[in-house]
């Protein structure tokens, strides 16, 4: 998506978070999609992109049909270091990710849910 906004995209570097929490999961969903118009423009308005982008940028996303893309959404779960109940977290954090991993795999196949 940068390479049709900007003239010189750049890659974000991800940084450390700093914290005393302990690291459980550390993953990287990775897909490939074509997104139609309405579906790329939705994905570039969750970014803070949308804020930063100039009127005549944003024309350029706005002229394509379709779109092919690689997504890579990075998820790190934390908790305590000494939980109540590690178990029950570790779960019930295992649950939300497969929901994620599901959402990122699937998106190509089905758009219904914008």
């Known amino acids: 998506m ?5 003239d010189i995209p750049y890659e974000n570097i991800m940084e450390d978070i ?6 459980i999961q550390d993953e ?6 074509t997104l139609d118009q309405e579906t790329l423009y ?8 949308a804020y ?3 009127i005549e940028d944003k024309q350029r996303l706005l002229d394509i049909q379709n779109f092919r893309c690689n997504l890579s959404v990075p998820y790190s779960a934390y908790m305590k270091k000494h939980p109540v109940d590690a ?12 929901s994620l991993r ?13």
Do not use: R
């Open 2 to 6: 940068k390479a049709v906004l900007y």
């Open 102 to 114: 599901y959402l990122v795999l699937h998106l190509e196949y089905d758009t219904s849910f914008h």
């Open 87 to 98: 178990f029950f977290i570790y779960t019930h954090l295992h649950d939300h990710l497969a």
């Open 42 to 49: 939705q994905l570039f308005q969750m970014t803070p992109y």
């Open 52 to 54: 930063k982008t100039s």
């Open 18 to 23: 700093k914290t005393d929490l302990q690291l």
């Open 28 to 33: 990287i969903i990775e897909n490939v999609v």
